[in-house]
């Protein structure tokens, strides 16, 4: 290892640049442009130098041209690409001021200094004066890729111009992603140093330009140049790791790829957990859900969890634990998005021998778990909902063989398990005004239980505990009416009109155990929607429209007003209820007219009737007292199904 302190000229000197297939995306923001800028202008004011930090090189002398030296960038990369945009920039600016510039001397600085920037940063030119390739080499990562759209704006004969797409080197490359992903650090250089004001004369003089372009080259770094590979792995993992330039994730992934030799499989595998982790709460929280499902809560904080993750490690098998993380990736994705197929798949139910999970109700059963969940956005659950269906099927499969006596123990659990976490959710999240980190610590060190559990019984005692925990944790019955009748309320929200269907589901759950009929499912179309009970539209019969005019001027505290509540709501064929509320079609309007309409045409759902028999003497009058009575109802009728539920181990 050498470190020495030089300019920019002196690193660029007879060097070329690539970036190592383990480094992170180019990712440079607005305000380091701004930070760069004004510290370019205090070193011209102040006349002192402009310092831009260490870098880190490896040696790669396979890939030298001539008298110029390859280099992989170890440390860096984010400053080597921004210098080399920004002398893109000049480079153009130069240009374009020696159309408008009279002096010949200025001229000829003009010339000479734009040819060296072409040079010396920008490309590597044979006796022939023909570019042989570019000096830097920008991220071949594949969801950062620049480097063919850096290569392009480089080139010699660039004219300022940012295409779809073009020829290099005799193929074809599609660029406007590429070019999406710097083009703004781009502009934002050239539109600072080609600035014009009002009578459309440069802002910057050219005496200026000069002493910007002398600022940039005389930038003094530290160069610390490597020629081991394990070297230079260990150096960037240490620089980054102190200096919290890097995400968790960035850091793993250098540190798969300085311990598993196949560089192509590590990539393959760490871009599928990536793009597992993209639509589901990304990458980092997917490996601290990762380190949770098996070491709970202690250590799962951003400071030491990078060195937790390694010491995951056995017995050098590094390949295994990168096996696990993108196993565990593919549940992460799917238990944020997938459908009920692809979410029995990664819960290996659909690998257990029998009927119990092919079943069509207790398969929509456990689904729903997951529905509700999704729809109370509580992913803290994630990890503990992992390990218990991990568990459950090492259980089963102790020695890869299947246990029929084991699978008849914990077949029933699947389905409480989830429900358990269901309620709860429901309850405190969906309903309740709590914040779901209340339960972060017992949900992973549930999960480090379950995942670690050495028996049926230890398993069986870790999710006993859990269920009292839960039982505990439940808002009391005043707090969740309370909440209820603030926020049931119809047009509230999307997630709110998701969940006024799951409470006519679950009474319908609950009635109808036999021939049950789903009424909530978010992400699947069944043609259910919700009828307002007294319309929102005129009814056209003078005497309902004296009550239903005070409904409609009847609202809370919050602005909810009393014809959206869900007292007033009842779950109905999205074709009829359309019908229903069509202004230019004869169909009934008042309650009165819809029950008699409802009850000739007859409905699917036992909740629809239970509500037209209890309420037929109240619908000729049907009011804002009707319907807080009816809230009332449904509040308590909800949440004594969800109290009366107890579950047996």
Not at 192 to 198: C, E, I, R, T, V
Not at 485 to 513: A, H, Q, V, W
Request: proline share 2%; aromatic share 12%; with cysteine.
């Amino acid at each position: 290892m050498e470190a020495n302190k030089k300019t920019l000229a002196a690193i660029f000197e007879n060097k070329i640049f690539d970036i190592p297939i383990y480094q992170r995306g180019y990712d440079w923001k607005g305000v380091n442009f701004e930070a760069l800028w004004q510290d370019i202008n205090y070193c011209i004011d102040s006349k002192k130098p402009l310092f831009l930090g260490t870098v880190i090189f490896q040696e790669s002398k396979d890939n030298n041209i001539g008298t110029n030296v390859s280099y992989q960038i170890v440390d860096g990369q984010q400053r080597i690409t921004t210098m080399t945009i920004f002398l893109t920039a000049l480079r153009r600016v130069f240009l374009e001021r020696l159309e408008v510039e009279q002096d010949s001397s200025a001229k000829n600085l003009l010339t000479t200094q734009a040819a060296i920037i072409n040079m010396r940063y920008l490309n590597v030119i044979d006796e022939l004066g023909k570019t042989v390739r570019q000096r830097l080499n920008g991220t071949t990562y594949k969801k950062k890729k620049i480097v063919d759209a850096l290569n392009y704006i480089c080139a010699s004969g660039w004219q300022g111009d940012f295409p779809k797409e073009a020829i290099l080197n005799g193929q074809k490359k599609r660029l406007a992603l590429q070019f999406s992903r710097f083009k703004n650090v781009y502009d934002d250089f050239y539109k600072k140093l080609s600035a014009k004001n009002s009578k459309d004369e440069p802002v910057i003089s050219s005496k200026k330009l000069q002493e910007i372009y002398s600022t940039i080259s005389s930038a003094d770094f530290v160069e610390i140049t490597v020629s081991d590979e394990s070297e230079a792995l260990y150096l960037f993992e240490i620089v980054n790791a102190r200096g919290k330039n890097l995400e968790i994730a960035d850091l793993l992934k250098n540190f798969f790829f300085s311990q598993v030799k196949d560089w192509d499989l590590v990539e393959q595998q760490w871009n599928n957990i990536v793009e597992n982790a993209d639509g589901a709460g990304g990458i980092s929280r997917l490996l601290k859900f990762f380190y949770v499902s098996r070491k709970g809560h202690k250590g799962s904080g951003s400071r030491e969890l990078y060195e937790n993750l390694k010491d995951l490690v056995e017995k050098n098998d590094y390949k295994s634990l990168l096996n696990d993380i993108q196993e565990f990736s593919q549940f992460f994705h799917e238990i944020r998005n997938g459908s009920v197929e692809k979410l029995f798949i990664q819960l290996k139910l659909d690998e257990y021998k029998g009927k119990t999970f092919e079943d069509a109700i207790n398969k929509s059963d456990i689904y729903t778990s997951v529905e509700l969940t999704r729809d109370c956005n509580v992913t803290l659950s994630d990890p503990l909902i992992f390990s218990f269906f991990f568990k459950m099927h090492q259980l089963i499969f102790e020695d890869g063989i299947f246990d029929r006596k084991i699978y008849d123990k914990l077949k029933k659990y699947p389905k409480q398990f989830l429900l358990a976490l269901e309620h709860l959710h429901f309850v405190n999240y969906g309903i309740g005004d709590r914040r779901a980190n209340d339960v972060e610590a017992i949900y992973a060190d549930t999960a480090s239980e379950m995942f670690n559990a050495m028996s049926l019984d230890e398993f069986r005692e870790s999710l006993k505990n859990l269920y009292t925990k839960l039982k505990e944790l439940r808002d009391p019955k005043p707090t969740f009416i309370a909440n209820f009748k603030k926020k049931m309320f119809y047009g509230r929200s999307k997630i709110t009109n998701s969940l006024i269907l799951y409470c006519f589901d679950k009474l319908e759950r609950d009635i109808n155990t036999d021939n049950y009929k789903k009424i909530y499912s978010p992400n699947e179309s069944k043609g259910i929607s919700l009828d307002h009970w007294a319309d929102q539209n005129n009814t056209y019969d003078e005497n309902y429209e004296i009550i239903r005019e005070k409904i409609l001027q009847d609202t809370d505290d919050d602005g909810n007003i009393k014809i959206h509540s869900i007292g007033n709501l009842l779950p109905i064929g999205v074709r009829l209820n359309r019908d229903m509320g069509d202004k230019n079609i004869v169909f009934p309007k008042t309650p009165s007219e819809k029950y008699k309409y409802l009850k000739d045409h007859g409905l699917p759902y036992t909740t629809q009737l239970n509500f037209l028999n209890d309420y037929e003497s109240k619908f000729k009058d049907w009011d804002s007292e009707s319907i807080d009575q009816r809230t009332d109802e449904l509040a308590n009728s909800v949440f004594d199904i969800i109290d009366n539920k107890h579950f047996s181990i």
